[in-house]
Structure formats: C-alpha cells, structure tokens
T-cell receptor
C-alpha cells in the first residue's frame, strides 16, 4: 500500500492556459474523490467516482472543469482556460467503497494561476 | 443544510497540557464523523472516525473523540500534547458511503514549549 499519489505537486500556469492533474488511488480502492482547498478553509467536494463512473459533481465544478477515471484506476482533473480564482490546492482521496468507509488523501497539487 | 462548524480558528497550548478541539455538525441523517490532521505541505491524515456504537472513539497518536448526539458535537481530545501535534485539524461529516464528505474550516493548533 503506497498511498494516494498526485502529480504534479506544484503547478504554476498563466491565466487562460489549460492544466491537467493526475491522481493514483490506493490499489483496489474503487471510490475516488476530488476536492479543492483554499487557504484557511477545509476541503470542498468537487466530484466523485465509483470505479469509472462519475456519480456526483458539485456546483463548484464549472464547465471549465472535467474529470475522468477511464479504467477505474487513476483519475485526471483538467481545468481549461484557467482563472486566478482557480488557484488552490487540489486534493484527491480514495476509499474502499464498502458502505461506510473513510477516505485516504493524497498530498495534493498546488495550483498557482498568474 | 449539512454543515460542520469548528468554532476555534486557532488554539495555542503548552506542551504537555491537555487539548480539546470543538466540532459541531448539522446533518439530516445518521452522521458518520471524522477528524483529520494536516501538517504543512502534507495531505490530510485520518485521526479517527465514528460510525456507530461506543460514542468515545480512540484514534492514532493518542487522540480520542466523543460523539454527543444531543449536542451535535464531536470534540477531539488529547490528554498531553506534544510539539509534533502542531498542525491543522479538520472535523468532517459524511453519510452512507462516505462520499460528499463535508469539512469544517479547520482549527490550527500551536504548541508552545
């Protein structure tokens, strides 16, 4: 069990550019979650996958955001036409998916939009 | 509406002193409750969880929390704080399956020598 990993750990981009983040969950965890965390706040739910199916999306996830989990393993989160307000820490978590279960978090990707 | 309130933005305690971090929640169904800790530059680490049963739950690093349904609270405690406990602590509530977990804004703990 190597834990949840995220890549890259840091990303600096210019406004208007597209960025993509990757999350590798704990193997055999079939649930995967994306959160956004800004300074001084707790994580805010963005979206959630059960295997490859995206089952829920927050209203925070505008049309510029898209997430995929094509084979039910790793996931990507893409932000198109980035804005300065997108600057945040993007956290990924996974859970076993067996009823009541807890989430295990990765180290996050810190995005800075200049 | 579902929400989690952590009334204290930051707390300072002396090393060796006891600690209590407060958490109040609002949730329409049976809540599943969690405490996570986040150190600078690190992801969130699960300290403990409550699903059902004994309302006093034990976690890692010597932490415990008590679920009080009548007060809608899930306060985190530690009898003797160590300098390495300095971090940000998040209370969270979830429902069946644990998805769409809602986090509080966090309490930052400072430990003084």
């Amino acid at each position: 069990d190597t834990g949840v990993s995220q890549d890259p750990r840091h990303k600096i981009t210019k406004r208007g550019q597209n960025v993509t983040f990757r999350c590798d969950p704990i193997s055999e965890h079939n649930r995967l979650y994306w959160y956004r965390q800004t300074l001084g706040q707790g994580p805010e739910f963005l979206t959630y996958f059960q295997n490859e199916a995206q089952l829920e999306k927050s209203r925070l996830l505008s049309d510029r955001f898209s997430a995929e989990r094509p084979k039910g393993s790793f996931s990507t989160l893409e932000i198109q036409r980035t804005e300065q307000g997108d600057s945040a820490m993007y956290l990924c978590a996974s859970s076993p998916g067996q009823g009541r279960d807890e989430q295990y978090f990765g180290p996050g990707t810190r995005l800075t939009v200049t | 509406a579902q929400s989690v309130t952590q009334p204290d933005i930051h707390i300072t305690v002396s090393e060796g002193a006891s600690l209590e971090l407060r958490c109040n929640y609002s949730y329409g169904a049976t809540p599943y409750l969690f405490w996570y800790v986040q150190s600078p530059g690190q992801g969130l680490q699960l300290l403990l969880k409550y699903f059902s049963g004994d309302t006093l739950v034990q976690g890692i690093k010597g932490f415990e929390a008590e679920f009080k349904r009548s007060q809608s609270s899930f306060n985190l405690r530690k009898p003797s704080v160590h300098w390495s406990d300095a971090a940000e602590y998040f209370c969270a509530v979830g429902g069946t399956g644990g998805f769409k977990t809602i986090f509080g804004a966090g309490t930052r703990l400072f430990v003084k020598a």
